[in-house]
């Protein structure tokens, strides 16, 4: 009786919240300029507001001429003197708090800051409102009966000149509050535990008694989780061990090669999946409808939006357009202002609109991530549902994969080279790798022109991995667990060519 009047108290306080996003929603616009002007006029005395003239800066045409585009590498001397705890660099109190992060394919450490505005106002606030939509789309949830299994980062905190570093989920989970970790599971303790497997151990042993009613986490490493406690509790699927589990919130990868191995695990037609999108950087969108894969670009976090059109990116044409000019369908890069201080900063991800009012959006790859050697514009959007339908169609599936070009030499023409981690085979690798290689012509126009008669691309060469190939090559690099993945796509060999070492 207890659990049922909170989880009625706690889903009502949650939904008010509902008519502010409404607000948005509405007039999206409106909300990110009385924000950037915000943005503007708190920074306008920290050394960049003053070495950019955020005093004079009252519309966006100003800020556009004014202020340059920020990578990592540019930003990255403004983050050292805040880390050795300078106050006033680029946020006007002192940022003591950093979210440690190393490119996939980059052994080089990224050093992101989280001020307590960020922290309350856009992560916290963003986990709020992802119950509030989800409660608001399901009157009938008793979430709040039983507890969140969450997975976070596996690395603890680490003090460096009175500032913290260390995983964003550490941080996180740190200053979580109280309300957060009484519904939770499994104890901060056991979350922070810097040794992945032995945490694995302790997780399960700490969650299989719990009434638990919801999931977060990425989807690959839930995954390992769900497989772990299926084998060590001897039952046929979850619902078993957890019969009042309703939704599972997943974000970090894509859901789309691993959906069907999570419908046999979670066997309940009415169970819920709501996929969110954040990065140390901050909290961007969250699913707002039921059994819908596209997200709710959040705009009241304390986030300036702006895009760069991939077509246009890296060249000499490159162009940065705020969210008003963004069109359906189109590829772009995110470019962010925010509320911890980061100024037109490129973070890496891009997205593509499928709605304009409000803005939805599904994120399709990486900057970085994609195959454009050949002109085919490959993007992980595409080979995701690719891979994802072949599947289907054969009957497997897979724990991971990455793709890489194989370059011309002489009169040989070039292909891409993929490797693939089964936990269930296809009768046929052969015949799945000619599925898959049509499954992604049918997706991309470009790979399809360039297969054509393989007139510039061969076929593409398949490598079925060896058991835990990518798992051991996470292992080696100390990258298990939390937000470490897999680059699936790459414009070069260096990740291929380690992984066949490793085979």
Known sequence: MAFTIINSIASWILKKRIHQIDLFRKYPNEVQNDLFLNLMRTNEKTVLGQQFGYESINNYETFAERVPLFRYEEFEPYIERARKGESNIFWPEQIRWFAKSSGTTNAKSKFIPVSNEALENCHYKAAKDLLCLYLNNNENSQLFTGKSLRLGGSKQLYEDNNTFFGDLSAILIDNMPFWAEFSSTPSNKTSLMSEWESKMDAIIKEVRNENVTSFAGVPSWMLVLFNRVIQETGREDLLELWPNAEVYFHGGVSFEPYKDQYKKLLPNSNFRYYEIYNASEGFFAIQDQN?????????????????IPMDTFGTSNEKIIPLSQVELGKNYAIVITTNA????????????????????????????????????????????????KTCIDLDAEVVEYTVAPVFMQGKEKGAHEWIVEFTKEPKDIRE???????????????????RANNMTLNPLVFNKARKNLFYDWLKKGDKLGGQHKVPRLSNERKLVEELLKMQ
Do not use: W
């Open 291 to 307: 059994d819908c894969n596209e997200l709710l670009l959040m705009l009241d976090y304390g986030i300036f939006y702006e895009f």
């Open 341 to 388: 201080g980061l100024i037109r900063y490129l973070i890496g991800d891009t997205v593509r609109f499928t709605s304009l009012l409000p803005y939805r959006i599904k994120i399709t790859g990486r900057t970085k991530h994609f195959i454009n050697v050949f002109g085919e514009e490959l993007m992980i959007e595409n080979t995701d549902r690719a891979l994802a």
């Open 432 to 450: 799945f790798a000619q599925a898959l290689d049509k499954n992604l012509q049918a997706l991309n126009s470009d790979y399809e022109a360039k």
